[in-house]
Each structure stands twice: as C-alpha cells, then as structure tokens.
C-alpha cells in the first residue's frame, strides 16, 4: 500500500512539527496514564490498610470518623472508651482475639500508639500480611518503643536510641514527657499503611508517662520517675478503640449489633470493609475529577494535532492534486491524512506508555518515601490498555476531519488548482 | 551563437525532421495498439457547479494515436477544464468523453481514477513533485498505482528504477549527484523534467500537459518540448498540450483555439477571439 509509505515519508518530512505534536500527545498520556495509576494504587493502598480484622470499636461517632482516627490517624476521637467495656468485650465468646489502640502522644510529628503485644500479632494489612521486625524486636520492657519504618528512616533512629515523647500532638518543650524516655527495642519492616509512621509503645507506657498529667499538664509533686512507676499498678482506665477479631466471620454482623446496643457506654463498632468503601466513595470525587481533567488535557493534545493537519492542509493542495493526477482515488488521500493522524497519535500513544514507565521507574522511591505509595512497575492494566485504545480512538476520529477536508478538497479541485 | 537563436535554429531543424518522422514513428508505436482515436470528444457540456455558467460546450474533438495537439486558449477559458475531463477527474453534464474507445462517463470514479493510472500521464504547470519523495520515488508514483504501469515501465528496462534512470538520462537529468538532490533543490527546468519522466514512464498512451513551459525561460521551453516530443514518439503516445504561448503551436501536428471552438460564454468569448494558431 503506498499511502502508508507517503504517509510516513510526508511526517518525516515535517518531522520537526510532528516531534511537537507527537510529544504534546505523549506527555498528555502519560499524565493520563500516570493520574490513573497513582489512582488505583491509591485505592488498592488504601483498601490494604487493614485486613483480618472484622470489627473496629470505639467511642460513638461517625464510622468514617472512627476509620480516620483508628487506622489512619488522622484527626482526634472526641470520646474514649473505658477499659471495662473493653474487657467485656474481649470477654465475649465469639470473639477470637482483641487489640487496644490508645491514641494522644506524638513524636516529632509522629502519632505514638499504645498497644498491647496482641497488635503485633494480629495486626493484618494487604491481604493477610503480617507484621514484622526489620530489627530488633516487640517492646518487652516499660519503656521500650517499636517503630513503624517511615519514623525510622525520616529520624534517622536505631536500635537503643533514646526518645522522649510529647504530649498531645504538637510538640512543645514544656509538654514532654522528658523524665520517661523509652528506649527504641525494635523498628518494623515497612508495610505502606499508616502503621509505618506509628511510635509503638505499651498500653502501661501511656499510663505511666501520664501519672500526673491528669490536667493535661504535669501536676508539680504529682509525676514519678521510672522507678517509681515500675512499682504501681499500670492498668489503663480508658483506651480509644479496639480492633476486634472474631473466631467465625458469620458472628459479625451480631457482635456489631451487641457492641452497637451496649448499655454502659455508647459504643461504636464498624466493619472496616464498609467504612473503608464509605471513605473511599469520598476520595472517588476529585479523584474522578483528576482522570477527568487529566482525558482533556489529552483532548488538548489531540486538538493540537488536529490544528497541525489543517493548517498543512492548504500548503497540501497541490500534493494531492498530483496524487490525483497520478491515479490515487479520493479515498487515498483520506487514507494519506487519516494514516498520519494515526501515525502520530500511535507513536504518540508509545511514547507517552514509555516516558510513563521512565517516570515510574525514576520516582517509586520518591513516591514511596513521601507518600508510602508504593508503585509496583507493572504491566499496562485492562482499564490502562481501555484508556490507550479511547485515545487512539479519539486520534482517529480528530484525524478523518482534515482528511474529509482533504478529501472534499481533492474532489472539488480535480486537476485544477485555484488558491 | 546567443542562446536564444541557437534553439530557434534547433526548432527549425527539429520540425523538418519531425515532418520526415511523422511518416514512420507513431505508426510504428499505434501498430501494437488497437486502433481507433486516443481521444473522442462528443456534444460536451460542463459547469463547474449547477449555478454556475457553463466552462465548455465543445461539439466534437479527436486526437489520433501518436498525435500532438497543440490546444491555445487565454486564461480562465477552460484549458485546465477540459483536461480534467479528459484525464477523468471531472465528468461532464452532458455528452460524452471517449479515451482509447472507453466512454469516461460510463464508469464510476473509482474506475476512472484506475484509468487514469493506468493509461494517462499528466504534466502540471509548476510545482510537479511531491516535496518529500525523492526524484526517483517521484518519476516512480504512477508505477505504485499501476500494475499495468509497472509492467510496461520492466519490458522496457527490466527494473523500474532502470527504467526511471533512463527516462532521467533521456531528459537530460543523468548527473548521478543530481538524482540525490531533494526535488525542492532542483531549478523550475529540470522540476519540470522530472515531471515529464513520471507522465511517461510505463508508457501511457496518452500524455497531457498543462501549460507546462510557462513556467520556463523561452530558450529552455523549445528544449523541453523537444524532450518530450522525442519520448512520446518513442513510446508512441499521444501527447495533448495546453499553452496560452501560440508561439509553440507550429512545433505540433496540430493546434486548436479553445476559444474558437467552445460555444460556452461565448457572450464574453466573441468579444476577444482567440488567437488564431
Ligand atoms: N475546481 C473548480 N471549481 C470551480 N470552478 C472552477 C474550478 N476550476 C476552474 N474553475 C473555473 O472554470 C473556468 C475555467 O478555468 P480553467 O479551466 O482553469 O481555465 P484555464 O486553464 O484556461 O486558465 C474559470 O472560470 C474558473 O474559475
Ligand atoms: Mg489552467
């Protein structure tokens, strides 16, 4: 076929205007490319926070409130719940395994989360994955402290290092807890989820460093130094929520409905699945609104391309009045406009899918280190190759309108040029 | 001898040899061709759209093989018209086009344009090459439309591009450094061979130029046209070529005024008569 060749030879001949169009093309979908797969990494991330816990339990608020505080730590419970209901609840027969949260220190910009030995065990993320230790080990001592990665890498800690935690979640001089530094045992391996950028302490930690504090500040005579404090007794009164296993799935929805109608305290307890979705149908917004924007700077592209052919199109004229003369049909020369629009909305469509991969293989570490987004070098998804195919698509649909131009030009010309 | 005089002195020698030529040349060429006009024009009448007045009415007009006709004409009186018509881009309201006996009209485009391939070669007046194919890719185009072409252009030479080499070296254009050129770094002249070489290679039976030598310097006119006199009588086409210069009219078999013959606008026509050739 010779109107593939023509077309190739007419591109290369105005290859310097065809590279601007062709890369106008590739970066714009590579941003679209780009926007939908930070996108679904995003949501897969997202969704992989927490598995293998069926039930989160805290204080009565919005389930999405109690996700936000719970598992990503982000904004304040307004209510607690007290250590009974707590017991109570650990005590039930259905259920398997429980882990208290208590939430309210902070470390140099780092939420500090009292635990028990349990979060370390039962703890899921991504799919049943466990925790594990890069170094050293859970806290065994009272004034141990377990690190999530990121808190690790960004302070640059060690093993043994000493830290002080503060009080509340900024960090002011006068608010630490500085007679009671912890020791860090051990620094978890690094997950993506919100565990990496956690200070792990014990539940009786939080309780010593707060002996005192009653009034959200130290009580002058009040406090007491390590020694002292390994001699009292640490039972929490009040934690901020628990994740609950249950020994059956099936139990779920009426344990959920035993610890919603609980009499002693207005509880809460979601099922982090729904609430996860509930959130994520919140973030889905601008997160369409990105892909969407991101498909018309793609149409920008394509515009630009399609202002590029027209424009060539009059200083054509007479090449397609000689194609004519020579014996091409009108439909050839159609073919000829339509296979470079192709042409360069195909190389386009390759150079966009390379740079892509260039960008992703360039900034994983960036993203990961910043964001805990991780971004797996994967091959193109369904959804990506669904995107690849609309754009060429649309390529193909912006090139028949210099072509029909072209086209009707060429028959209503004939032979004869009039400009 | 200035440049000028010496190619009258060649005109004036060519035609006498032409006139001896006659005889014999295109006869030898017609013989392996069916008989019968190239070109037969009947009661034609076109309009460019259905509002517009009428271009052409030409009651009748033949070519015979191996012919050339010279047609004269001013500008805007339907030169190119007529031969968009005749090469089968346009088609018209009424009458009928018969080239090598095969009525235009009676096809669809497609076929048409399958026609035009195969047997017609076309010289425009400037402006002949596609800027990004080189002058061989460009001499070679209608080999790539035409099987038939490209058959007809190996018997003569064996391999196209032998073929496009030799129709070059015939029009003068054999300097190897020169065929490497981009068409668009060649002068008007040797654009205008180039040309030539792409209307006849595959030997159409019919050639048609479109005021191909306007363009050209007076001297290198007479040059060009032997040229292509010479390689259409070699391959015995005929050879229909429209000027508003008569001066080129005596070096034809025959000349015809446009004007003279179209009865279309004959109103503004009657006013200025075409020059006579
Ligand atoms: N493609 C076209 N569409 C409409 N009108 C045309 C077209 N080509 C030529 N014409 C008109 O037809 C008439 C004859 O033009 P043309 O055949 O080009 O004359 P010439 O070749 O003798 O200069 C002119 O009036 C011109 O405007
Ligand atoms: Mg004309």
Redesign the pocket.
């Given at each position: 076929m010779p109107i593939l060749r023509l077309a190739l030879l007419s591109l290369w001949n105005r290859r310097f205007t065809a590279l601007l169009t062709l890369l106008s093309i590739a970066l714009s979908v590579a941003l679209l490319l780009g926007v939908e797969r930070v996108r679904t990494e995003a949501r897969a991330s997202f969704a992989s926070t927490i598995s293998g816990t069926d039930l989160i339990v805290g204080a009565r608020s919005g389930p999405i409130q109690l996700l936000l505080y719970a598992v990503f730590r982000i904004g304040n419970p307004t209510n607690n719940i007290s250590w009974q209901s707590y017991q109570e609840i650990a005590a039930q027969p259905q259920v398997a395994w429980t882990v208290p949260l208590s939430l309210g220190d902070s470390h140099r910009g780092f939420r500090v989360l009292g635990t028990s030995l349990d979060y370390f065990e039962h703890y899921r993320y991504a799919r049943g994955r466990a925790l594990t230790f890069a170094r050293g080990q859970p806290f065994a001592d009272l004034y141990d402290a377990v690190l999530g990665a990121e808190v690790a890498r960004a302070l640059g800690y060690r093993l043994d290092d000493a830290i002080v935690i503060a009080h509340g979640a900024g960090d002011v001089t006068f608010a630490r807890h500085a007679d009671q530094p912890f020791r860090v045992a051990g620094i978890l391996a690094r997950t993506g989820t919100p565990v990496d950028r956690a200070v792990h302490v014990s539940l009786a930690a939080i309780e010593a460093i707060h002996i005192g504090w009653e009034g959200g500040a130290p009580m002058p005579g009040r406090t007491v130094t390590p020694d002292q404090a390994r001699r009292m007794d640490l039972t929490p009164t009040q934690i901020t929520a628990a994740l609950v296993g249950l020994k059956s799935r099936i139990a779920t929805f009426a344990m959920q409905r035993w610890i919603n109608a609980y009499r002693e305290e207005a509880l809460l307890a979601v099922l982090p699945g729904v609430a996860l979705s509930e959130l994520w149908s919140l973030v889905a917004v601008a997160e369409q609104a990105l892909l969407i924007v991101s498909g018309f700077v793609v149409l920008v592209g394509l515009i630009g391309m399609l202002t590029a052919l027209l424009i060539g199109l009059d200083e054509r004229r007479r090449e397609l009045a000689i194609l004519r003369s020579v014996g091409a049909r009108p439909w050839q020369v159609l073919a000829l406009i339509i296979g470079e629009a192709l042409l360069l909305t195909l190389l386009g469509l390759l150079t966009g899918v390379v740079l892509l991969y260039g960008l992703l293989a360039a900034g994983t570490v960036l993203v990961e280190g910043r964001f805990g987004l991780y971004l797996e070098l994967r091959v193109l998804s369904a959804q990506e190759w669904r995107l690849l195919t609309a754009v060429l698509a649309a390529g193909l649909l912006v090139g028949f309108i210099p072509a029909w131009r072209a086209y009707r030009m060429s028959l209503?010309?004939?032979l004869?040029l009039?400009v | 001898m200035p440049a000028r005089r010496l190619g009258r002195h060649l005109v004036a020698q060519w035609t006498r040899a032409r006139a001896a030529l006659t005889a014999t040349g295109p006869a030898v060429a017609v013989a392996a061709a069916p008989v019968g006009p190239v070109v037969a024009l009947r009661d034609l009448r076109f309009r460019?759209?259905p509002d517009?007045p009428e271009?052409l009415a030409l009651d009748q007009l033949q070519v015979a093989r191996g012919e050339h006709l010279f047609i004269a004409?001013?500008?805007?009186?339907?030169?190119?018209?007529?031969l968009g018509l005749l090469a089968g881009v346009n088609v018209p309201q009424q009458g009928s086009v018969q080239v090598l006996g095969q009525a235009l009209e009676g096809l669809d485009g497609a076929a048409r344009d399958r026609f035009r391939a195969r047997h017609i070669g076309y010289i425009f007046q400037m402006f002949n090459l596609i800027p990004y194919l080189s002058i061989l890719d460009n001499v070679l185009l209608p080999c790539r439309f035409s099987a038939r072409r490209r058959a007809r252009a190996r018997a003569r030479s064996g391999r196209l591009v032998a073929e496009a080499h030799r129709l070059l070296a015939h029009l003068d254009l054999a300097a190897p450094d020169l065929l490497s050129r981009p068409v668009t770094a060649l002068s008007v002249g040797q654009q205008q061979r180039v040309a030539a070489a792409r209307a006849l290679i595959g030997a159409p039976e019919l050639l048609i130029a479109?005021e191909p030598t306007s363009a050209l310097d007076s001297d290198r006119r007479q040059a060009f046209l032997r040229l292509l006199f010479d390689e259409c009588r070699a391959s015995g086409s005929a050879l229909i070529f429209?000027s508003h210069d008569t001066s080129l009219a005596g070096l034809f078999d025959r000349s015809l005024a446009?004007g003279a013959v179209n009865q279309a606008g004959s109103a503004t026509a009657a006013g200025r008569p075409a020059p006579a050739a």
């Open positions: 209503a010309d004939g004869s009039r | 460019w759209r517009e271009v004409g001013p500008s805007g009186s339907g030169k190119s018209t007529l479109d429209v446009l």
